[in-house]
């Protein structure tokens, strides 16, 4: 490794090239996904550079002084098995040292290192792609009584509050400034489920996002009371976005694949969910659309 690598806080001007590199990795980086990562903890992503010139990066993101999350972590091909990823994970895990649990999606091939620096496996998450022009749920699926006594709200008719007590106890930890800009960012359409009293049954937000060629949709998060409300919100979502769409799903949720697969989507990819520290106690049991990989 030469000494002229050197690690320092991720600029806006960077933004526009670790787009490029999350795309060329298959990451399906979505429109304006790097600057609400970095809003969420202005000190937790890094480019590492080599005589000024960035080769690397990572994110190690505190959520809260009980939760942080790793992401983001990539080495260009070419500078790649010169330890400069060791040296970007270092920093990442340094800055998340105290807190009591850290989380990660760990690629299948890179378990047994994460294992190493005392992170332990969780669960299976699956990635899920249709083409929305062949997923015509509202045709496929009786939804009309899925939702009766509720209101189907979009974007600012969403009261911000609502959202987030729904959210903070079905995620591993509160997000208030993260979903905030997640629900709030204006590209794509976010939807959720509001009943007479003001409560919360399920929201999900659809945003453009990148791919290694083209362009399509992610789905994310994904959150409801049921199954059958899960495919209320996504049959929504996905209308009048035709293309390519795609879903992260968490494994400890065990309606979220049969629900896919019947509504046609195919699993393209697996990750592991690692956590260092203690495992969150919270059920994942109404969460059927992870926000992103690179931040959980």
């Known amino acids: ?48 550079s080599i005589n000024k010139k960035p080769i690397g990066c990572i994110a190690g993101v505190k959520y809260n002084q009980s939760y942080g999350f790793i992401g ?4 260009v091909k070419e500078h790649r098995g010169n330890g400069y990823g060791v040296e ?9 040292i ?12 890179r378990v047994e290192d994460y294992s190493g620096w005392g992170f332990v496996p969780s669960s299976q998450t699956t990635r899920w792609q249709s083409l929305s022009d062949d997923c015509n749920l509202d045709q496929q699926f009786d ?26 106890t079905r995620e591993p930890s509160p997000r208030p400034h993260f979903l905030s800009d997640w629900l ?12 007479g009293n003001g409560s919360c049954h399920g929201f999900g937000r659809i945003r453009p996002c990148l ?11 994904l959150l409801a009371d049921s199954s059958e409300l899960a495919l209320l919100l996504l049959s929504k979502l996905v209308k009048k976005h035709p293309g390519v ?31 260092r520290g203690y495992q969150p106690p919270i059920s994942m049991s109404n969460v059927y659309g992870l926000a992103c990989l690179e931040l959980g």
């Open 98 to 109: 105290d807190l009591p649990c850290i989380g990660l999606e760990a690629a299948l091939d």
């Open 88 to 96: 970007l994970w270092k920093h990442a895990i340094n800055h998340l």
């Open 245 to 275: 769409v795609i879903l992260d799903s968490p494994g400890l949720n065990p309606q979220a694949s049969p629900l896919f697969e019947a509504c046609g989507f195919k699993a393209t990819s697996q990750t592991l969910r690692m956590y």
């Open 143 to 168: 939804l009309d009584k899925s939702y009766e006594g509720l209101q189907i709200l979009q974007d600012d008719q969403i009261p911000s509050n609502v959202v987030q007590a729904y959210d903070e």
């Open 184 to 195: 709030h960012h204006p590209a794509g359409k976010v939807l959720a489920l509001v009943d």
């Open 72 to 75: 983001l972590f990539l080495v």
């Open 1 to 48: 490794m030469t000494f002229n690598f050197h690690i320092r806080p991720l600029k806006d001007s960077d933004i526009p090239l670790i787009t490029k590199w999350s795309r060329k990795e298959g990451f399906a980086p979505g429109a304006g996904d790097l600057g609400i990562y970095r809003h969420t903890d202005q000190q937790g992503l890094w480019v590492g």
């Open 211 to 221: 791919l290694r060629k083209g362009e399509g949709w992610r789905v994310g998060p």
